[in-house]
């Protein structure tokens, strides 16, 4: 028999149909409705893949952060006050009209960010209905979380988050300060604030109280303004290292507890010795998932020299199987990148690569669609360790690929980094699984696998990375005052 | 030094090529493919020359003609050795080839010389290609240097029929354990210098024990396919079998190899789904495409 008669098999478009019920324009969610903002601005809402606008919504400014603190505030001494087990159970009913509605909010996520609906379908909901599923377990077993301490809820809480996990995000945040029994005022990024007011929708529909989460839209100014509100008693923070350590400033002189989630520059070490097949498929998650707009992305690649040759053909065989494009088809491995900005940022850096002297590997040849912001997925070999791209988070989908010869080698490069937030070991060998791992200076250590995330399992980094933990018991201590029982 | 695979990643991989959607023009190119890479099988002690006859009959034409539903030959039928006979006479002039197991299937406990001696009598029969089991007894109590001989010389005995080397991967249990016997099948082929493509496959399972072909387990297949083909150049094939009912399934694999091994490797001289109940589904979700219902089992003509 030959290979005559092989019928050239590809995947013919799945586009996922279904389309969410999305309003022309939003208001800010305060003390449980939609209101207009009392700054009478708003701003659009694009999608990335498309360019089109998907709606416009309300820019929050200092009057709109004004009543959602108090908002927050007057609901919290009731909430505070209910009985544990009946916050469990709105957090219960949240969760299960995640899932109810996990279809429609997963396509809100890819058309308003632009990831890829596989990942908004399996990761990003799951996981969002599994941090109120995880949370709702807590919240009346608060004073066996920390023996000897009576717990208390802080107050309000300020929450900004990031436009990489939208809802995830904001299901991070959200569902241990309710837990806790504090209220809160949320902002989600401005580029993708759709699914936040969606979770918005669902709160109304389990009747949460008015005012114990508050969403409020709008860019950075909206983001200092609650920071500075007198009556916010915990800030919570995800993005970048700058506005990060802006934000740090502020808060310098305030007895306000700070948690922090920046940015990263995340090592991804392999040995010779690892299941290589699996090494490489841990590679493209690690950054290529999402479209590398991961703060944990595994952006640094370090193989073992002797191994490094095999290993890159490997890698750029596997990279030209990737499917960029449209996010919302069922069969799309990477999506648009979330906006023009962000683009720009990524194409600057991978210019700066090539200037620099490293070479480009970027084989994914179908071409990309017309509208819209698309970077293919690259890497680049002959970085050293100087280079800006291994040095500088891109969040986009480029790896820099660098050697070591020794375990004390990789050990030595991967902490030089300001950032520290994962990283990632690849090796069949137990005792060098521990020896590694323990001497990374990183919040998360992935064994031979990589991008696992749950709720139980804290998250958050060191360094330049940030402070203080997300999912856990380690997660819920930020949200709580704890007082000696003794006292 | 044996190659290590990480079960982790593995099953992740494995899973996520299983959420692939195949729909319409896709599906349909796709469940015909399927069938054609079909090795249409009856391994029961009830067997007899009659069965034999009607599953070749169903090999040759997978689909009855009243349905009008173009349908393509399966690849293989395969039978214990007794029945090559019936289905030689059944198959005649017939594109589809007869595939015998050998080498005391499917425990392959008997002596060597006896294994060797039913290969022989399958091929002299007229069997195109030979289903042999390696000796996992062999292979768990570590030696694999004696599996390996074994393979060759079982090659030999097959002399111009196609291999396939059926690991029986639910007794090697560990994702190791499955990439080191296809490692033996890759060394036990690394002496011939004139192997041609698709003239020995990698084979999971037998079908009597369970669990047969898990994804991750052909994944492990594929990826030991895979490094054969970037260190020699020649492509071996490679057939899961065991457990595989549903078209669902089928389609999972077929992604997993178009995936893994690239679209060229999607043809039936170098990939084979080893079933029985399998052509039912595939032919009813034809049936589907075309007419939007499901049809009944009872419609489809089963043996």
């Not at chain 1, 001494?77 to 209910?82: F, I, Q, T, V």
């Not at chain 1, 199987?321 to 900005?341: H, M, Q």
């Not at chain 2, 002399?159 to 016997?181: P, Q």
Request: glycine share 10%.
């Amino acid at each position: 028999m030959s290979n005559s008669g092989t019928i050239e098999w590809d995947y013919a478009p799945a586009p996922e149909r279904i389309r969410p019920d999305i309003s022309d324009e939003y208001g800010l969610f305060i003390d449980g409705a939609f209101v207009e903002p009392e700054s009478g601005e708003s701003f659009k809402t694009v999608n990335p893949a498309t360019g089109q606008t998907i709606a416009r919504v309300a820019s929050a400014g200092a009057a709109d952060v004004d009543k959602a603190v108090k908002a927050a505030k007057a609901a919290g001494g009731k909430w505070s006050r209910l009985k544990p087990t009946e916050r469990a159970k709105f957090l219960f009913r949240i969760a299960r009209r995640l899932q109810e509605c996990a279809r429609e909010l997963a396509v809100l996520e890819t058309m308003d960010g632009g990831k890829p609906i596989c990942e908004s379908r399996d990761v990003d909901l799951p996981l969002a209905a599994q941090h109120f599923f995880y949370h709702a377990g807590w919240a009346d077993k608060l004073q066996w979380a920390f023996p000897g301490c009576t717990p208390r809820p802080r107050g309000v809480c300020g929450q900004i988050i990031p436009w990489n996990f939208p809802l995830l995000m904001a299901a991070w945040k959200i569902a241990p300060a309710l837990a806790c029994g504090n209220t809160v005022v949320l902002k989600p990024a401005e580029t993708t604030p759709l699914t936040a007011l969606h979770l918005a929708r669902v709160f109304q529909e389990v009747d949460l109280p008015p005012g114990v989460v508050n969403i409020l839209t709008g860019a950075g100014e909206t983001g200092a303004a609650i920071v500075d509100h007198p009556g916010v008693k915990k800030i919570a923070f995800t993005g970048s290292t700058d506005v990060g350590r802006g934000i740090m400033h502020a808060l310098a002189s305030r007895d306000v507890p700070l948690t922090l989630e920046l940015g990263g520059k995340s090592p991804n070490i392999v040995f010779a010795d690892a299941a290589i097949d699996q090494a490489v498929e841990g590679v493209v998650s690690g950054i290529w998932f999402n479209q590398g707009h991961v703060c944990c992305a595994g952006s640094r690649l370090f193989v073992e020299e002797s191994i490094v040759e095999p290993f890159v053909a490997a890698l750029r065989e596997r990279m030209g199987r990737l499917r960029v494009g449209d996010p919302l088809d069922k069969n799309t491995d990477v999506g648009a990148i979330n906006s023009r900005e962000q683009l720009n940022r990524i194409e600057a850096l991978v210019a700066c690569g090539q200037e620099e002297g490293a070479i480009l590997h970027e084989i994914n040849d179908d071409p990309l669609p017309k509208r819209g912001n698309w970077h293919r997925p690259c890497f680049f070999t002959g970085v050293e360790p100087s280079h800006v791209i291994a040095r500088e988070e891109i969040f986009g989908p480029v790896l820099s690929v660098m050697t070591f010869r020794t375990p004390q080698e990789a050990l030595r490069r991967a902490n030089s980094t300001p950032y520290g937030l994962a990283a990632g070991v690849w090796t069949d060998k137990g005792s060098k699984v521990f020896d590694i791992a323990g001497a990374l200076e990183a919040g998360v250590v992935w064994c031979n696998t990589y991008n696992k995330f749950d709720a139980a399992s804290p998250f958050g980094g060191c360094k330049a990375s940030g402070f203080g933990r997300e999912g856990g018991r380690h997660g819920l201590r930020p949200y709580l005052n704890l007082r000696s029982s003794g006292a | 030094m044996p190659t290590p695979v990480d079960a982790v990643m593995l099953q992740q991989r494995a899973a996520q090529l299983g959420r692939r959607s195949i729909k319409t023009t896709s599906k349909a190119a796709a469940l015909q493919m399927a069938v054609s890479m079909l090795d249409l099988t009856t391994l029961e002690g009830a067997d007899t020359p009659g069965q034999v006859r009607a599953l070749c009959a169903r090999a040759k034409a997978p689909c009855p003609r009243d349905l009008g539903i173009d349908v393509p030959p399966v690849a293989a039928a395969c039978v214990y050795p007794r029945l090559v006979p019936a289905a030689v006479e059944a198959l005649e002039g017939s594109p589809v080839r007869i595939a015998s197991v050998a080498t005391a299937f499917p425990s392959g406990q008997s002596s060597l010389d006896l294994r060797l001696k039913e290969t022989q009598a399958a091929v002299g029969a007229g069997a195109h290609e030979i289903d042999m089991v390696i000796s996992r007894g062999l292979f768990l109590s570590g030696r694999q240097r004696d599996v390996v001989d074994e393979i060759r010389m079982v090659r030999a005995a097959a002399g111009d029929a196609h291999l396939k080397v059926i690991l029986e991967t639910g007794e090697l249990e560990t994702a190791d354990n499955i990439r080191r016997g296809a490692d033996c099948v890759l060394e036990a082929v690394a002496s011939e210098s004139d192997l041609g493509h698709g003239e020995v496959f990698l084979k999971t399972s037998t079908g009597k024990v369970s669990p047969a072909a898990t994804p991750s387990s052909v994944l492990i297949l594929l990826e030991a396919a895979r490094a054969h083909y970037r260190s020699t150049g020649i492509r071996l094939g490679v057939k899961p079998a065991g457990g595989i009912r549903r078209s669902k399934q089928a389609l999972h694999l077929l992604v997993m190899v178009r995936e893994t091994l690239g679209p060229h490797w999607l043809t039936p001289a170098l990939f084979r789904i080893g079933a029985s109940s399998l052509l039912d589904d595939l032919v009813r979700q034809l049936i589907k495409l075309r007419s939007g219902r499901y049809a009944s089992l009872d419609e489809v003509g089963i043996t």
